[in-house]
């Protein structure tokens, strides 16, 4: 596609439950970001990959949290036992992976835990 | 840690009036600067970036100088349209292996006729 692809656009999901948001990120580009970010708040940093490898994971909050990149193209974040303060839109973006280069953002899921 | 502290909104405006947006930055290193915009119902965009300091990235109208003495790269348009409002995300990168982003809290602009 054109740009990058997140779905689903919204979902909804009981305290407790397994989800998993996808994202489809522009053709050819090497390096995946995940982003969370809250009501009234900036973007947080996720996990970044290069290829198919996390190569910093640093900003997933805990454990519950994991994403893969089995073959270096689509990603898929995976939440286990959500709870309310999981709510927040996630955002996936994608770039060339060279140096400061552009990073291209998806819309985002937004990920509501009742 | 590194982060980046920005002007809370709404700022409003009246069409083609002054904006300044204020963003400043703490960063331990020589950080690379971005704008970024947040259209209704779009996803972020890029709108303009610096990589070093007394670089002046522009865009769309909008200017924004990286200033190391003062750490700072506020955003600044002379003439605002209605189109213009959006939420505004000041964000520097760091990591030059990874070149993940750290925002500011956002800003969201309304230009009114």
Redesign the interface.
């Known amino acids: 596609g054109a740009?990058?692809s997140q779905t689903p656009s919204n979902k909804v999901t009981e305290k407790g439950k397994y989800v998993e948001l996808r994202c489809d990120p522009i053709s050819g580009h090497t390096?995946l970001?995940w982003?969370r970010q809250s009501l009234?708040?900036?973007?947080?940093?996720l996990i970044?990959f290069?290829g198919t490898g996390a190569?910093?994971d640093s900003?997933l909050p805990n454990d519950r949290f994991f994403a893969v990149r089995p073959e270096g193209s689509v990603s898929t974040l995976k939440i286990q036992r959500t709870e309310r303060g999981d709510s927040a839109v996630y955002?996936c973006?994608s770039?060339s992976g060279l140096?400061?280069?552009?990073?291209f953002?998806?819309?985002?899921t937004r990920l509501t835990v009742v | 840690g590194d982060s980046?502290t920005q002007m809370e909104g709404p700022v409003t405006l009246s069409e083609e009036a002054f904006l300044t947006i204020n963003c400043t930055y703490t960063a331990t290193g020589y950080p690379?600067l971005f704008w970024?915009v947040q259209y209704p119902g779009?996803?972020?965009?890029?709108l303009l970036?610096a990589?070093k300091a007394d670089d002046k990235g522009s865009n769309k109208g909008f200017e924004a100088t990286y200033r190391k003495e003062t750490t700072s790269f506020h955003l600044e348009k002379g003439s605002v349209q209605v189109s213009d409002s959006a939420v505004y995300?000041c964000?520097l990168?760091e990591?030059?292996?990874?070149?993940?982003?750290?925002?500011?809290?956002?800003t969201r602009l309304q230009v009114f006729p």
């Open positions: 740009g990058v390096a970001y982003y009234g708040q900036g973007p947080e940093f970044y290069q190569a910093d900003g955002l973006a770039s140096s400061n280069t552009e990073a953002f998806g819309q985002g | 980046v690379s970024y779009e996803g972020l965009q890029l970036k990589t995300f964000a990168s990591n030059r292996s990874t070149d993940k982003l750290i925002f500011g809290t956002g």
